[in-house]
């Protein structure tokens, strides 16, 4: 069987349903996988008619979970209704009532990934979640977690995890069908992520670089590359120019380089934040001149090259969560609600369904 990726719809007055709907229009993407999409029919049908798309969804509940014989076939797409929601006509943007389905959607595309009432035929290789409101979620409630990265963290045990982003992702790791997305291809990976600039400096240890390192590492090979190549980014201008320009390229990054080579990884640096990208763009399926992955120190030096790149395509994933000893990878589109454009018929997919994609290929690795 290919593998199940579980799908939470996400803010469904947001622009979630429609791109879900529409990425999964595509036969060849939709022939990668199994897909259960988490949420309620309201939204996903009117997205489907708004579309004009003949994609055939069949309906499941909580029960079905349990049995191997309803799980989802090969290329099947499954609607597990969140049956709670089933009877809200209309859901208004940044609602408490938005948030807490949104919410509810999540906690069940995890639960098929780790329940142990979930039969192995429904059991969630990877999740890809749909854009939320946090303020939404904050309506609602929710104020524990700022986001997906810190919930999927919680729920799955991990303490070491990062936030990695794809840009383009390389069409000769999705099973040969074509993204649709032509230009540069970028992977990179944050050490640190919503820390103000002035405290970076302070977060900083070796321990946690080195942590990064070799999660990207184990990220990049359930994506298909054997021994990747990974280009770590120094803190300071020019890698601090041998302490003249700051101390801890020399002190923090380059000691959890040097224990990364020493476990094995293909790994250097650091390296001037300012030329490192340069030699790690992918372009048309032939891999980057230098490094298939870059690890940046803090959240604008990678995401800028990588949303300059492809700021309405890139992919968001969390690294660093397992179940029973397997990797489970969740990705998302790297953009929000974009509630001005809900309903509108006019969300591109391509995020979506880049994000869809690089589920699906590290589910078939790791299934």
């Known amino acids: 069987m290919k593998p199940l990726v579980s799908i939470s719809m996400g803010d469904p007055a947001g622009i979630g349903p429609e791109v879900i709907v529409k990425a999964l229009g595509d036969d060849a993407l939709r022939g990668m996988g199994r897909w259960v999409i988490c949420g309620n029919a309201m939204p996903l049908q009117l997205r489907l008619q708004q579309a004009g798309l003949k994609l055939v969804v069949r309906h499941a509940t909580l029960a079905d979970v349990a049995r191997d014989d309803a799980a989802p076939g090969d290329g099947e797409v499954v609607l597990l209704r969140e049956e709670k929601w089933e009877g809200v006509a209309a859901f208004d943007a940044n609602s408490a009532q938005s948030g807490a389905a949104s919410l509810a959607y999540v906690e069940r595309a995890i639960a098929l990934a780790r329940d142990e009432s979930v039969s192995e035929a429904w059991r969630a290789s990877a999740i890809a979640t749909g854009p939320i409101s946090k303020e939404a979620w904050f309506a609602a409630g929710q104020t524990r977690y700022p986001g997906h990265t810190e919930l999927f963290a919680e729920r799955f045990g991990s303490e070491k995890f990062a936030m990695m982003f794809a840009a383009e992702p390389r069409r000769d790791l999705i099973g040969g ?10 992977h990179c990976v944050l050490v640190t992520a919503h820390v103000p600039v002035r405290e970076v400096a302070n977060v900083l240890t070796t321990p946690r670089v080195l942590d990064v390192i070799v999660l990207a590492n184990e990220a990049m090979q359930g994506l298909g590359f054997a021994s990747p190549r990974i280009g770590v980014c120094g803190l300071n201008p020019h890698a601090g120019e041998r302490g003249i320009l700051g101390s801890e390229d020399d002190a923090i990054i380059r000691p959890a380089v040097e224990a990364a ?9 650091p390296w001037s934040g300012d030329t490192i990208f340069q030699g790690a763009l992918a372009s048309d399926g032939k891999p980057a001149r230098d490094f298939d992955l870059v690890v940046a120190m803090y959240h604008d030096q990678g995401l800028i090259p990588v949303k300059l790149l492809a700021w309405d395509r890139a992919v968001n994933m969390t690294i660093g969560l397992t179940h029973r000893g397997r990797r489970v990878l969740r990705t998302s589109p790297d953009h929000g609600t974009a509630f001005a454009i809900a309903g509108k018929n006019c969300a591109d997919p391509g995020s979506m369904a880049a994000a869809l994609r690089m589920a699906a290929v590290s589910g078939l690795r790791t299934a």
């Open 261 to 269: 080579r020493g476990q094995g990884v293909n790994v250097s640096g």
């Open 177 to 186: 069908a074509s993204s649709g997305l032509e230009g540069a291809g970028l």
